[in-house]
């Protein structure tokens, strides 16, 4: 059974650092991963997907890398800004069937303080 | 172009009532898929619908139930309402098929429970 688990839960930083937050997944069998973040009482936006064939995937600050063979994929945001602060979920879809099913982590709570 | 509409944004119901959701996707996009999102379990999945066909179900009771209509846009219908079932319910579309679209997903249904 997948599972996807997301370190670490929680997570402050002043503003302008760089910072990296992880994602481990136990079943390398995947099709792609994806991240999204989320604002309070909002629903997800997607950041960035990186197929099972690619190593990473880069838009503005943000830069998501996967390691298919050790089962993890690392966020880096670059910089941080205060409207940086949300909650930033990966999720993988699972080959084997034609499905869009996506399996989540548990998330990353990020504050970044002005 | 439109993105994922979830309707209505808020509902409150008491035990035993029933309630449906709605969720037009974007454009294009012929699979739906809906989540539970909740404090304790975080993102869970539901159903997916492709074609008007329900093509994977997660382990939920069947008390949950959906369906999708032939202009894509997807209905979920909870039974006998629990207090257990208050939630973010969130519903994400994508072009279908074993590709490697991103899901967009919608604002969601916060379901509150009396």
């Known amino acids: 059974k997948q599972e996807v688990t997301q370190i670490p839960a929680a997570l402050s930083v002043p503003e302008g650092e760089n910072l990296v937050l992880n994602c481990s997944f136990t079943d390398s069998a995947i099709y792609n991963l994806q991240w999204f973040r989320q604002d309070p009482g909002k629903g997800l936006t997607s950041l960035l997907l990186?197929?099972?064939?690619?190593r990473e995937q880069t838009s503005g600050r943000l830069n998501a890398s996967l390691d298919k063979s050790s089962g993890r994929s690392t966020l880096y945001i670059a910089a941080s800004q205060p409207g940086d602060s949300a909650t930033y979920l990966c999720a993988v879809k699972l080959k084997g069937g034609a499905t869009n099913k996506l399996i989540f982590g548990t998330g990353t709570l990020l504050a970044v303080q002005p | 172009k439109a993105g994922v509409t979830q309707t209505p944004r808020y509902l409150i119901k008491t035990r035993g009532q029933q309630v449906t959701l709605s969720c037009s996707p974007i454009s294009g996009h012929r699979s739906v898929s809906w989540y539970q999102q909740t404090p304790g379990q975080g993102l869970q999945f539901l159903f997916e619908?492709?074609?008007?066909?329900?093509?994977n179900k997660g382990n939920f009771p069947g008390r949950f139930s959906g369906r999708q209509f032939s202009n894509s846009r997807s209905e979920m219908n909870v039974s006998t309402l629990e207090l257990g079932d208050s939630a973010l319910y969130l519903c994400?579309?994508?072009?279908?098929?074993?590709?490697?679209?991103?899901?967009?997903f919608g604002d969601g249904t916060r379901l509150s429970i009396l």
């Open positions: 619908y492709f074609s008007e066909t329900q093509r």
């Open positions: 994400a579309s994508s072009l279908g098929g074993a590709d490697n679209q991103p899901q967009h």
């Open positions: 990186i197929q099972s064939s690619q």
